[in-house]
């Protein structure tokens, strides 16, 4: 998403595992998203949370910990929908028209930020075009060009064209990235690099069944630049081709869903091999009773170089009352090496050997107490994770100038709880979230925090603060944003981002951990700054 607003899932599916497969619910889950912190016109969007993929880990913040209000609703992938209407904004009434908007900014470490967002949603054929640039050249009070450069740039594409019978719907996007190494390195910088596409027709020879076909593309690298003592640059890059064939049965408390799908993954410049991937599954999802519901799925994959594999996946999601939800899910699941989910945060990390398929077995449950709707009430979750083979950076090798990506079985245990109060127009959450049994390299033992909020038609503010432990707890991480509409079209904001830090000038890591020889990378560090933004 090119938006800095995360989404909050208020109804989510973190769930408690009961199968020894894997999870592969290819099931469609509703998912209401709000905002309430930045936003005072909420909209909701509908989700698809594909279980066959194992869920990421929660977003780190560069510079600090986890944000709060994410720390223990599951990471659900948004569709590139636009973007809640900002305070004093609103949404052209009708179909067909055009939506501009614009933001330019800056603040202390030299840093910049422009945007541009052009869409179309109505009457006709729907479009979006966006682009986003962010740009720090001198964290923590550096001089530009001391390698202490953040910089993300982000193009997206999206096509929807729907008649009566038939649905085409295509998007393009373009990502490049820059982390400078500081001095730490042989290297100057690792640059990012990812493009990628996919498209979908669907036919419908009937209002409850369509037939459709998918094909996805992507390219992602990352390239060591010279610098610093090396004399050749270091690339690697992983790249993916997946079609897929398909039908869906809508029918009355049922939906079925089953097809083919291939894969083809491709590797260079490091040790892992080219894979292939043919797969048939079967989903479907099932209202069995008053507020029960539940989805299932299961794939045969057949992988040439390593075997047939049977991932499968059960949900369960039910309404005790209007005032509790309780979720179980479990999962068996399969994926093929991705080092491209290390680098945002770890920059140069590099396989260190050939990987195979990373295997997990999870399960998880979730719950909801509405104690008082819409005004106050609690949540918690406790998941379990048995992983095999998944990749994770050991410390930093100083002589290579790496961090050495090797493969490592985990037994994971988390819980985590929050509270959320709503008086009028104050909000107000507060969350933990504790590991129990094994952990990723840079992952923290426990993560706490505080949000504080208010939010009217004009006047947007919102006042975070949250810590991590990692070998000891760390300085907390303080952030403060605040937006006030100008006029219909035109709103100011005013940021800050670790502001401790400002004071005590202890350096983190990009996951929020104490700067040291296992980690000698700096994240952007604190930053002050205010953004325009204009509408259209």
Same mark, same amino acid.
């Given at each position: ?26 099931? $469609? ?19 698809? =949370? ?68 052009? %869409? ?38 999206? =096509? ?11 998007? !393009?996007?373009? %990502? ?53 003592? !090396? ?12 079609? !897929? ?22 590797? #260079? ?26 989805? $299932? ?89 048995? =992983? ?26 988390? %819980? ?32 706490? +925090? ?15 603060? %949250? ?54 990378? #700096?994240?952007? +560090? ?11």
């Amino acid at each position: 998403m090119m938006s800095r607003i995360q989404p909050r899932a208020v109804t989510v599916t973190i769930a408690a595992v009961l199968c020894v497969c894997r999870a592969a619910v290819l099931s $469609a889950q509703t998912v209401e998203v709000e905002d309430e912190f930045v936003q005072a016109g909420v909209r909701a969007a509908e989700v698809r =949370l594909d279980l066959l993929e194992a869920p990421a880990a929660p977003p780190f913040r560069a510079g600090g910990v986890i944000p709060v209000d994410t720390l223990i609703e599951p990471v659900v992938g948004l569709p590139d929908l636009p973007d809640p209407v900002p305070v004093g904004g609103s949404v052209p009434a009708g179909g067909g028209g055009l939506l501009l908007s614009g933001s330019v900014g800056g603040g202390s470490g030299n840093s910049v930020h422009g945007s541009l967002d052009l %869409s179309r949603f109505g009457d006709g054929p729907d479009f979006r075009i966006a682009f986003e640039q962010d740009r720090t050249d001198g964290g923590w009070f550096r001089e530009p060009g001391a390698g202490y450069l953040f910089q993300d740039n982000v193009l997206e594409t999206w =096509l929807s064209f729907a008649s009566e019978r038939w649905e085409v719907e295509g998007s !393009a996007d373009y %990502s490049s990235g820059q982390r400078g190494l500081q001095g730490e390195s042989l290297y100057y910088a690792a640059d990012r690099r990812s493009a990628g596409g996919n498209g979908t027709v669907r036919w419908r020879p009937s209002e409850s069944m369509s037939l459709f076909a998918t094909f996805d593309a992507a390219d992602a690298r990352q390239i060591l630049s010279v610098g610093g003592g !090396a004399t050749d640059a270091l690339s690697t890059s992983h790249g993916t081709v997946r079609p !897929a064939l398909g039908f869906e049965a809508i029918l009355p408390r049922v939906t079925v869903e089953g097809g083919i799908r291939y894969s083809s993954d491709l590797y #260079t410049g490091t040790p892992l091999r080219d894979r292939q991937r043919v797969a048939a599954y079967a989903e479907g999802e099932f209202v069995v009773g008053r507020g029960v519901h539940v989805a $299932a799925g299961a794939e045969t994959a057949w992988i040439p170089s390593h075997g047939v594999y049977f991932p499968a996946s059960l949900s369960v999601e039910t309404d005790l009352g209007r005032a509790l939800t309780v979720e179980a899910d479990a999962r068996y699941t399969v994926t093929e090496p991705e080092p491209e989910t290390l680098w945002s945060d770890v920059p140069a990390a590099y396989p260190a050997e050939d990987a195979g398929m990373e295997e997990s077995v999870e399960a998880g449950l979730f719950a909801q107490w509405r104690i008082v709707p819409n005004r106050f009430s609690l949540a918690g979750d406790l998941r379990g994770r048995d =992983l095999s083979r998944t990749l994770d950076t050991t410390p930093y090798d100083e002589g290579r100038g790496l961090f050495p990506v090797t493969l490592e079985d985990r037994q994971e245990i988390s %819980s985590g709880i929050s509270a959320r109060l709503t008086v009028g127009p104050w909000r107000a959450s507060t969350e933990w979230r504790q590991e129990w049994g094994d952990r990723a390299e840079r992952a923290p033992e426990s993560v706490a +925090g505080i949000r504080l909020g208010y939010v009217s038609d004009r006047v947007s503010t919102t006042l975070s603060g %949250s810590t991590a432990a990692f070998d000891a707890w760390q300085t907390p991480v303080v952030d403060f944003r605040g937006t006030v509409a100008v006029t219909a079209n035109v709103d100011v904001s005013l940021f800050g981002d670790d502001l401790v830090a400002i004071v005590t000038e202890d350096k983190r890591t990009a996951q929020g951990a104490a700067v040291g020889a296992k980690d000698p990378f #700096t994240g952007a +560090g604190p930053q002050i700054g205010a953004l325009v933004t204009v509408r259209f």
